[in-house]
Nanobody, 113 residues
Framework: QVRLVESGGGLVQAGGSLRLSCAASGSIFSLNGMEWYRQAPGKQRELVARIISADSTVYADSVKGRFTISRDNAKNTLYLQMNSLKPEDTGIYYC???????WGQGTQVTVSS
């Protein structure tokens, strides 16, 4: 049974940085594509970034050049490094395993202006 647990969210001022983590268990992590999504208040959940391998990543236009998705297969952990944060980055951030469709519980990110 796949389980994903996010951490690292918090309150940060605009221009600041946060690093989110997603610890995975119950699957062969290294073989699976992983994704980060976010959901802002009153809006639909949207894809932020996707990673298949170290050289196969996809980013939403709104975060390109500011966010970096990465993974440590030895630790079964997915990361999202978020720099130059903006108030519009505020929301709940979720990780998802593509193969199983399993979601984590989410971690709140709030960026103050």
């Amino acid at each position: 049974q796949v389980r994903l647990v996010e951490s690292g969210g918090g309150l940060v001022q605009a221009g600041g940085s946060l690093r989110l983590s997603c610890a995975a268990s119950g699957s062969i992590f290294s073989l699976n594509g992983m994704e980060w999504y976010r959901q802002a208040p009153g809006k639909q959940r949207e894809l932020v970034a996707r990673i298949i391998s170290a050289d196969s990543t996809v980013y939403a236009d709104s975060v390109k050049g500011r966010f970096t998705i990465s993974r440590d297969n030895a630790k079964n952990t997915l990361y999202l490094q978020m720099n130059s944060l903006k108030p519009e980055d505020t929301g709940i951030y979720y990780c998802k395993e593509r193969r199983s469709g399993v979601w984590g519980q989410g971690t709140q990110v709030t960026v103050s202006s």
